[in-house]
C-alpha cells in the first residue's frame, strides 16, 4: 500500500512562505488525483487544494485561492504545495492524501490514503 510523507511544516510569520512537500512510497499514486487539507483544532478538515493525475489540472480553496500552488513530479513521486502570503488564519495541521479518482475530487472521503500531517504555525 501506498505511503504517504509530509514534510515542509513548521513557525513562519505572517505574509511568509513555506513549501509542503508529500512524498509518496511508490509510483502507484500517478494514476490518481491528490490533495491537501488542513484541520485546526476544534474545526472540521478543510479542503485546501487538489490535483489531478496528471499534473494538468489544479482547484483550490477559496481561502487560498492566489496565495498557494499545487504541483506534482511524478519522477519524484512527490507532490509540492507552495504557500505565500500566509496568515494566522492558515495555521492548522496540513494532511496530503491520495484520491479514490483520476480527476479533482474535493470531499475527504475522495481519498482513501492519508499522511501523518505536519503543523503549520503562522504567527501575527
Known amino acids: 500500500q501506498v505511503q504517504l510523507v509530509e514534510s515542509g511544516g513548521g513557525l513562519v510569520q505572517a505574509g511568509g512562505s513555506l513549501r509542503l512537500s508529500c512524498a509518496a512510497s511508490s509510483g502507484t499514486y500517478n494514476r490518481y488525483a491528490m490533495g491537501w487539507f488542513r484541520q485546526a483544532p476544534g474545526k472540521e478538515r478543510e479542503f485546501v487544494a487538489a490535483?489531478?493525475?496528471?499534473?494538468?489540472?489544479?482547484y483550490y480553496g477559496d481561502s487560498v485561492k492566489g496565495r498557494f500552488t499545487l504541483s506534482r513530479d511524478k519522477d519524484k513521486n512527490t507532490m509540492y504545495l507552495q504557500m505565500n502570503s500566509l496568515k494566522p488564519e492558515d495555521t492548522a495541521v496540513y494532511y496530503c492524501?491520495?484520491?479514490?479518482?483520476?480527476?479533482?475530487?474535493?470531499?475527504?472521503?475522495?481519498?482513501?490514503?492519508w499522511g501523518q500531517g505536519t503543523q503549520v504555525t503562522v504567527s501575527s
Open positions: 492524501a491520495v484520491g479514490v479518482r483520476r480527476n479533482v475530487v474535493t470531499t475527504p472521503t475522495s481519498y482513501d490514503i
Open positions: 490535483i489531478n493525475w496528471s499534473g494538468g489540472v489544479t
